[in-house]
Structures are given as structure tokens and as C-alpha cells.
């Protein structure tokens, strides 16, 4: 992380930006006392390395401060789902979250995990503007890699990690309801759903109680029946629903582009009305569609801040928080 980037607070919580050389901490070094001055380690971290670290989670204190008590919503989406390494670096920012007080939202979906599924019996993915065209055997591949396989690992791999976490889905207690989805009225996706109402009650118990809520991007009908709903949609009715502070997608790509296989024409600050003229002009397209879609309708109806960044990038969430920039494409109205 770039020292300039790096926030601190007065011991009042207001922000104040700090220089890793200008914490007064440092000054404690040179009056180092008689008794300690043959000390070089502690316990494997040189004595400068030590304090450095200490040092750190002082500058950390007035985010952890200012954000204590607040919800973020995460949206994991199925390309960082499919990468251990990265997936476990990802859980560690969210359990480091809970564990100071901030109240992490788990939404995830798996298009590539559903996508496999689907290919052992012989079925092409069918997607129309980022939504996947859902008949009964595709819906039957989704139950089982959202609600099930994926859902109940993601929880396991938390509480693996030292956290705590439950799993929200049908087949544990379901806090998604809603109803087929009709976007536009020539087409028909089938069994894909739009979220109506979320059980916030479970949800915001479950924070209250230290342990991170895992929510599949699927939802459940009044008559019973299950449908499939794109993750970005499902994140964005949980952070509304909640009143959530931040919406955060993570995703395999730094951000918006305006090329989309180039890095480098990342936008890091994008407006609802550029934003849907890039989606017209198809320069947003694919499962960038979903997401910008999310971002927009989020947008004013209570959460204050959306994201779109990269979770390959390690620690990309809680450089997120950290950060006044932030890493990844921020969408405002
Ligand atoms: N303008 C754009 N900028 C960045 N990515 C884009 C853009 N347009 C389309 N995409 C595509 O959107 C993808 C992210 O959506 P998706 O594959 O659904 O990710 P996730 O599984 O994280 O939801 C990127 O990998 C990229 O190929
Ligand atoms: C209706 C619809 O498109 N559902 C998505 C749900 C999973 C998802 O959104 O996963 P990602 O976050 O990995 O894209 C699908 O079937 O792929």
C-alpha cells in the first residue's frame, strides 16, 4: 500500500493523514530504555519490525473505530471462488473484519462452478445480458452448487480459518424471498428470480452475534418454488435491505475498463449516467452488466458507498476500507 494512501486518526477519531515517518511512536524509539536497549527480537520480528507492526495497528485504529458496528456487503463472485489461495486470503480480511467489530455481509455466487456442473451432463451455459437462462435441469445444477456445495464451504473454510460464520440458504434457513424475474417482456429466462424481500432479522442477528452470515444468490417463491438469481442483483437487494454502509463487489478485474482486456483504462470513478451509456454502447458488457446494473439501482436508495474491485489483488478488501481512494472502481450518482 502506498504510505500517501495511508490514513490515520487523532486520538478524537477524526482523520488525519499520517506518514509511517511521522508516528510519534518512532520518537519513543530513540529513548528506548536502559533495561531494553540489548533487545533486537521479539519473538521472530526484529525489534524495528516489531514496532512497525505495532505501529500499524495504531494507524489502524480510527478506521476500526469509524467502522465498528457498520455493514459492509460482499458480493463474492464465482472467478475469486474458484482459487483457494485467493479465496483464503479474501476470508482472513472479512474474519479480521468481524473480529474488530465491522459487520461483513457474505452474498456469493459460482457461474464457473455452475458452469461445470452443467457440462458434465452435456449443457451449454446460455446467458442472456449477464443472466442465465434457468430451464429445470440447470436450475437443479444451480441448487446444488450454490445452496449447497458452494454455500456449505465457504462456511466451513471460515470457521476453518478462526472465524465463525453460518450458512443462509434454503436448505439451512432462508432469508432470500422473491419471485420470477420479467425483465423484458419478450424474453423468458426462466427459472431466474428477483429478490422481494430479505429476512434481515436472521441476518442482522447473526452479525450481532459475531458470526458472519454466507447468503447464495438464490431465492425462494411463495409457492415454494426455487429460483436462481444473478449474485450481483442478490448482494444489491442484502446491502439495501440491511441499509448496508458499503456494497462491495469482488470480482477478477481492477474495475470498470474501458477496454476491457486492458488494466490500464480502469475508470476509478464512474457516474450512473456515463455508466449507462458505456452499457449501451457495449462497452460494458457480459457479467460487468449485472454488477454496474446493482451498483446504480443501490445507488440513493441508502448505502453509501459501491465498489467494484479486484479480489485477486491480496488484501484488496481491506485496502478497500483503508484507503481513501480505494483500489477498484467506485460508481456515483
Ligand atoms: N468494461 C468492462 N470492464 C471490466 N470487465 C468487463 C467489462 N465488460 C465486461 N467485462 C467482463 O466482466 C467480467 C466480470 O463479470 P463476471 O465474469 O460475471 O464476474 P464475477 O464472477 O466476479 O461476477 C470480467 O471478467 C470481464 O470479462
Ligand atoms: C440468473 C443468473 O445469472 N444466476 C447466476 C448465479 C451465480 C452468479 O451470479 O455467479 P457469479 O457471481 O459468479 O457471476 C448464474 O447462474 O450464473
Not at 519513543?28 to 520480528?45: L, Y
Request: hydrophobic residues 40%; aromatic residues 4%; charged residues 25%.
Amino acid at each position: 500500500m502506498a504510505a500517501s494512501k495511508l490514513i490515520g486518526f487523532s486520538v478524537c477519531g477524526k482523520a488525519t493523514k499520517i506518514s509511517p515517518n511521522s508516528n510519534p511512536t518512532d520518537k519513543k524509539r530513540a529513548e528506548v530504555p536502559d533495561s531494553i536497549k540489548n533487545v533486537d527480537h521479539i519473538g521472530d520480528f526484529t525489534l524495528d519490525e516489531a514496532i512497525s507492526k505495532a505501529n500499524t495497528l495504531i494507524e489502524a485504529m480510527g478506521w476500526i473505530r469509524q467502522f465498528r458496528g457498520k455493514t459492509t456487503v460482499i458480493k463474492l463472485g464465482g472467478s475469486i471462488l474458484d482459487d483457494p489461495q485467493e479465496l483464503m486470503h479474501i476470508l482472513l480480511d472479512v474474519i479480521f473484519m468481524e473480529s474488530v467489530g465491522m459487520k461483513p455481509v457474505l452474498v456469493h455466487g459460482g457461474g464457473k462452478a455452475i458452469n461445470r456442473e452443467l457440462a458434465e451432463s452435456g449443457i451449454a451455459p446460455n446467458f442472456v445480458r449477464g443472466r442465465r437462462v434457468t430451464d429445470a435441469a440447470t436450475l437443479a445444477a444451480v441448487e446444488k452448487v450454490l445452496a449447497g456445495e458452494l454455500n456449505v464451504s465457504l462456511t466451513q473454510e471460515i470457521e476453518r480459518l478462526g472465524g465463525r460464520a453460518m450458512n443462509l440458504s434454503f436448505k439451512t434457513t432462508n432469508v432470500l424471498f422473491g419471485k420470477k424475474l420479467v425483465d423484458q417482456p419478450d424474453e423468458d429466462l426462466g427459472f431466474v428470480g428477483e429478490v422481494t424481500r430479505v429476512d434481515r432479522n436472521v441476518i442482522e442477528g447473526l452479525s450481532y452475534t459475531d458470526q458472519v452470515p454466507v447468503i447464495p444468490s438464490m431465492c425462494e417463491g411463495d409457492d415454494g418454488q426455487h429460483y436462481n438469481v444473478n449474485a450481483d442483483t442478490a448482494a444489491m437487494a442484502v446491502a439495501q435491505a440491511l441499509g448496508a454502509d458499503k456494497l462491495v463487489f469482488l470480482s477478477d478485474v481492477n474495475g470498470v475498463r474501458r477496454d476491457k482486456d486492458d488494466p490500464e483504462t480502469i475508470i476509478h470513478s464512474l457516474s450512473s449516467a456515463e455508466a449507462r451509456e458505456l452499457i449501451q454502447t457495449g462497452v460494458i458488457n457480459s457479467g460487468m452488466i449485472p454488477k454496474v446494473e446493482a451498483c446504480l439501482e443501490t445507488l440513493g436508495r441508502g448505502v453509501k458507498k459501491v465498489h467494484i474491485i479486484d479480489g485477486r489483488l491480496r488484501h484488496s478488501l481491506l485496502l478497500e476500507i483503508f484507503t481513501t481512494k480505494g483500489v477498484g472502481t467506485e460508481i456515483h450518482p
